[in-house]
């Protein structure tokens, strides 16, 4: 439980160091639609959901009732983005787009999205599937690719985790939040050191789960729609993700610590080197359980989840976004991001950040595109739109 | 963390019918082990646990590792 000595006795993990890739922005966007814990409590009860809002933090999150995808939230999100920083959008090379609830299940998301944005067709452009780890992974990876010699490019990530909810598990749905948020990333001879620390076990897989839906079960069939009462007590179907909380903080108090220890020994900081703290919101008793465990003073451990909930890959930008804002558009910070959860999956960084072009978190019409693939060919000149018929009048 | 009075837990109580454990209240034992002993419980072996005693000789055995 010693930060400062991870290898001791944690998880195994590898360390990457890369420098020359600036954090140049960050916006993160909601639909319009939300539900209070008031609302929750006409689910699961007054007495339930004080207890509830006690472990979760959670007074509102905004949860999508027309079926938005998360690509819906990151295209708004990104051309505010990208106007805000004054970047062309030919100038963007690498779209990343993190997510675990795709627009479909092929093409990837991030291909559909780089032609909705209008980005120039000389991009690299893919998905990555993780959840509560997906941010950081994200910017290792995306700072990666820009080693190699790119000059700019976005991190999307995000989900709407509210779809794949039940609105009778308690466990799941007074606690998730749709949104995403967009990175701007920029080289910058400059730029100081992004230090990260990555692990994976996937023993974790069963724990934080979405069983049907893959190649491995395929949805919509009777046996795995149907609602039951599970042995948690819980009402859900195999179509629903399943969490089991018990063992999520377990996870987390077996590794976050010694995540902490490792990415402070990787960067050569101490816990007074760091400004800010800003972990995977799970929910707030689980922050507060990890930033004692940890040792962490709780005023550098940032806790924003209370108007958004917990938002998968996109909680540490959400956290930022809302508790950091001012600070980090004016000047830079020693942050320490971690996200650690679904897989199991973790990754760390440490980093200077600022000043960043941050706009507003934007709240964006909760109206899926009437062609999210774009608008249908127009006809050819000389072709006619008339059904041919095999009859006449 | 099941919002009963001090003392009303007995060691041979039944968890299933201990008003208030939960799997919320099962969370904040972790934690709250966490916080004042520096041990991770299993949470297989949480899960496994039927009574009272049971919760305690699981710390105890932690505790003795």
Known sequence: ?393 | MIEAAPGTAREDHSLADLEGWDSLAAVSFVAEVNARLGLTLSAKRLTEASTVRDLIRLVDGNLED
Not at chain 1, 48 to 71: E, F, P, W, Y
Not at chain 1, 309 to 332: H, V, W, Y
């Open chain 1, 1 to 393: 439980m010693h930060p400062q000595h991870p290898a001791e006795a944690g998880p195994p993990m590898i360390t990457a160091r890369l420098s020359g890739i600036r954090l140049a922005g960050m916006v993160s966007a909601v639909p319009d639609s939300f539900m209070t814990a008031a609302d929750d409590a006409k689910i699961f009860g007054e007495k339930d959901m004080r207890r509830i809002l006690k472990n979760t933090g959670v007074k509102q999150r905004h949860v999508t009732r027309s079926g938005l995808c998360a690509s819906d939230l990151m295209l708004p999100a990104a051309e505010v983005l990208l106007a805000d920083l004054g970047w062309e959008k030919d100038s963007i090379q690498a779209l990343v787009v993190v997510t675990q609830g795709p627009d479909y299940l092929l093409p990837a998301t991030a291909c559909v999205l780089q032609h909705r944005l209008g980005l120039s067709t000389s991009l690299a452009a893919f998905d990555i599937n993780l959840g509560c780890s997906g941010f950081v992974y994200g910017l290792w990876a995306v700072s990666s690719l820009m080693s190699s010699g790119l000059k700019r490019a976005l991190l999307c990530v995000g989900d709407m985790s509210t779809r794949s909810a039940s609105p009778l598990d308690r466990s799941i749905w007074p606690l998730f939040g749709d949104g995403a948020s967009v990175a701007a990333l920029e080289a910058d001879a400059g730029a100081g050191p992004m230090t990260f620390v990555l692990g994976t076990d996937g023993r974790g897989a069963p724990n934080l789960i979405l069983p049907v839906g893959g190649f491995r079960h395929r949805p919509r069939f009777p046996e795995t729609s149907e609602r039951r009462k599970c042995a948690d007590g819980n009402v859900r179907s195999e179509e629903d993700v399943h969490m089991n909380g018990l063992e999520v903080l377990t996870f987390t108090l077996n590794t976050v610590p010694f995540l902490v220890g490792s990415i402070l020994d990787a960067a050569g900081w101490s816990i007074e080197d760091v400004d800010h703290f800003v972990f995977h919101q799970a929910s707030t008793f689980i922050l507060k359980t990890v930033a004692a465990a940890c040792k962490l003073p709780p005023a550098k451990v940032v806790i924003g989840m209370e108007n958004w909930g917990n938002t998968s890959s996109a909680s540490i930008p959400f956290a930022m976004c809302d508790k950091l804002r001012a600070q980090l558009e004016s000047g830079s910070k020693r942050l320490l991001l971690a996200g650690f959860g679904v897989g199991w999956s973790w990754a760390g960084v440490a980093l200077t950040a600022g000043p960043l072009v941050m706009p507003e978190i934007l709240v964006v019409a909760d109206q899926p595109p009437e062609h999210p693939l774009g608008p249908p060919a127009e006809p050819e000149p000389g072709t006619s739109e008339e059904t041919p018929t095999t009859g006449s009048d």
